[in-house]
Every structure is written in C-alpha cells, then in structure tokens.
C-alpha cells in the first residue's frame, strides 16, 4: 500500500526556518517525481515544488522561489522541503504528492497524497 | 500563470438530480485537466485526470469531459457522499494551477 508521511511542520516566527520531510514506502520511490502542495486555511490546494525522480528537474512556484528548496534520497525514501525566510502567507498544510502520468519532467496529477504537516508562520 | 475559473461557487441540490461542473482556463490546456473532491480533514481525492478519464476506484457516477479552455465534471445522480468541494488542476505548464473550487451541497 503506498504511504506518504510528511513531518517537521509547527510554528515558526516571521523570517525563520523549517524542514519538511516526506517519507515514502509502498512502492518503488525512485520511478516517481514527488510535488509539494500546500493548503491555505480555508483556501484551495496551491502547488508549491516538483522534483522529478532523479532530481534532474525541480521547480518552483514564483512566491516561494530562493526561499525554498526542493530535494529527494531515492537511497532513504524521502524527499525534503526546505523552507527558509518564512512569511506569514506561507501559513498552510503542506502535503507531499505522488505524481501519475509523469511528463517526464515531475508534472502530473496527484492520486496519492500525505495526511499533511500544518505550518503556522506568525510573531 | 494559466487562470482557471470555477462555477458556480456552490451548488445545492437534491439526492439524485445531476450535478454540472464547470472550469474554465485563462489559456487552452488541451486535455491537461484533472478533478478532485475534497472533504473536511481531508486531503484532496483524485476523481477524473486527462480531462476524462475516471481515476481508480471512482463511481462510475463521475464523468469529465472537455478540451482546450472549457471543462465539466458532472455527477449523474448525487449520493449524500458527494458532499464535498470540488477543485480542477491544470498540469499543462509551470507554474501548476488549481481553481477555487465548487462547494457541492446536498439538500
């Protein structure tokens, strides 16, 4: 059965850091691209990074671009967000999210998905 | 950044009658269009991917159809546990989008 666990959220003061972790197990990790998306309260699904499955292709949305940073340990199973310069309006759930029907470069649709770690960025 | 639009903002209908979807994008996305339902506490449920076609374990209730700018999910006959908000996703081009969704409601 395929898990995705994601970790590492809480609350974080403006302009400090955090690690999102994403652990994968029942299924053959290295065969997928893995994207972040995250959920504002009360707001709709947002997209935030994709890597593909040899980490030949990551990208990032505009708002979150050299402030976060995408990575992947096909040897671990795991993939990371690390998120740095937090703002308030990156308050949101982040899930982790397997992609189907690849393009070959990490984009596609999300058929599995985390239970979502809750990242709260307030003084 | 492709746009896409949802309406209406909610619809509230009775168990059985049909419910119509639509999503519109600021720019063609061909076929790149996927639906998804989600519940409170809950992350999204892929429903329909490719525009049209059904995602495993999906009713067959749920069909999507469209191409191009103009898209539609629609729900033949509503079960109670259709309740939910739907959102589409456009995968054709960085950076991916999704709409604001349609709050499904059941009377």
């Known amino acids: 059965e395929v898990h995705l666990v994601e970790s590492g959220g809480g609350l974080v003061n403006p302009g400090g850091s955090l690690r999102l972790s994403c652990a994968a197990s029942?299924?053959?990790?290295?065969?997928?691209?893995i994207n972040w998306v995250r959920q504002a309260p009360g707001k709709g699904p947002q997209w935030v990074a994709a890597?593909?499955?040899?980490?030949?292709?990551?990208y990032y949305r505009e708002s979150v671009e050299g402030r976060f940073t995408i990575s992947r340990d096909n040897a671990k199973n795991s993939v990371s967000l690390q998120m740095n310069s937090l703002r308030t309006e990156d308050t949101a759930i982040y899930y982790c999210?397997?992609?189907?029907?690849?393009?070959?470069?990490?984009?596609?649709?999300?058929?599995?998905w985390g239970q979502g770690t809750l990242v709260t960025v307030s003084a | 950044e492709i746009v896409l639009i949802q309406s209406p903002a909610t619809l509230s209908l009775s168990p059985g009658e049909r419910a119509t979807l639509s999503c519109r994008a600021s720019?063609?996305?061909?076929?790149?269009l996927a639906w998804y339902q989600q519940k409170p506490g809950q992350a999204p449920r892929l429903l329909m991917y490719?525009?049209?076609k059904r995602a495993t374990g999906i009713p067959a209730r749920f069909s999507g159809s469209g191409y191009g700018t103009d898209f539609t999910l629609t729900i033949s006959s509503l079960e109670p546990e259709d309740c939910a908000v739907y959102y589409c996703?456009?995968?054709?081009?960085?950076?991916?989008?999704f709409g604001g969704g349609t709050k499904v409601q059941i009377k």
């Open positions: 999210a397997r992609v189907e029907v690849d393009n070959g470069y990490g984009s596609g649709y999300y058929q599995y």
């Open positions: 029942g299924f053959a990790f290295s065969s997928y691209s």
């Open positions: 890597i593909s499955r040899d980490s030949t292709y990551i």
């Open positions: 720019q063609s996305i061909r076929g790149h």
């Open positions: 490719d525009a049209s």
């Open positions: 996703h456009q995968r054709a081009d960085w950076p991916l989008t």
